[in-house]
């Protein structure tokens, strides 16, 4: 099935600085990916759209400054966290469609194993 | 915006069958989703529904009623390795196909 990987797994850094996180579709082409952000128990909230070749779209109340979005080929999308701040710190995962699918396959998200961030 | 309500919790012997019910609210609506999530894991694609009516994917099927906005998840035969939280989330948008998610229910089945 289709995989995607996401790095690093887990990130600790200090206040003030950046972080960023990749996000690759090892086995198919993704002109979409999808950034999350899920706080523990709850539930994933959409951040932005990832767009190769294109800006991204991000979702109302996101900083579009503060996390930086780059998707420069097909199989790779990355998010950077400007001037990590403790209020950052949380489970960021991605997720990307395949571009290929038929149908109903089309419309499934193939999910990133998640980075956990951790700002001091 | 939208808004997607489904229970927080639901419990459960191996064996059994629960079914999660997920009510939404969104403008565009173009389809309801189903994924599982083991704790701290990645969210693993489970059923979809464009259309009114059941699917089924061997011992989970999914199940949409556009006009009443609701859908539900039917687990059967449940055994321990089920026990995850379960989102439903709407897709919205065909071209970009963004999907929404409600908070979740976390399924513990009991043997």
């Known amino acids: 099935g289709a995989v995607v990987s996401q790095h690093p797994s887990w990130v600790i850094c200090k206040s003030g600085t950046s972080v960023k996180i990749e996000c690759r579709s090892l086995d198919f082409q993704a002109t979409t990916m999808f950034w999350y952000r899920q706080f523990p128990k709850q539930s994933l909230m959409l951040m932005a759209t990832?767009?190769?070749?294109?800006?991204?779209?991000?979702e109302q109340g996101v900083e579009k400054d503060k996390f930086l979005i780059n998707h420069a080929s097909l199989t790779l999308s990355t998010l950077t966290v400007t001037s990590a701040h403790p209020e950052d710190s949380s489970f960021y995962i991605c997720?990307?469609?395949?571009?290929?699918?038929?149908?109903?396959?089309?419309?499934?998200?193939?999910f990133g194993a998640g980075t956990r961030l951790s700002v001091l | 915006g939208q808004s997607l309500e489904q229970p927080s919790e639901v419990t459960a012997v191996e064996g059994a069958i629960v079914q999660i019910n997920c009510t939404y609210q969104?403008?565009?609506?173009?389809?309801l989703s189903w994924y599982q999530q083991h704790d701290g894991g990645a969210p693993t694609f489970l059923s979809y529904?464009?259309?009114?009516g059941l699917e089924e994917t061997g011992r989970f099927s999914s199940f949409l009623s556009r006009s009443d906005s609701y859908g539900y998840l039917l687990l059967q035969e449940l055994q321990m390795k089920d026990s995850a939280s379960y989102f439903c989330a709407v897709i919205r948008g065909s071209t970009l196909g963004r999907l929404y998610f409600g908070r979740g229910t976390q399924l513990t089945v009991w043997p």
């Open positions: 997720s990307a469609r395949d571009q290929g699918g038929t149908g109903a396959a089309k419309n499934i998200q193939y």
């Open positions: 529904n464009a259309l009114d």
């Open positions: 990832s767009n190769e070749g294109s800006k991204a779209t991000y």
């Open positions: 969104t403008s565009g609506f173009y389809g």
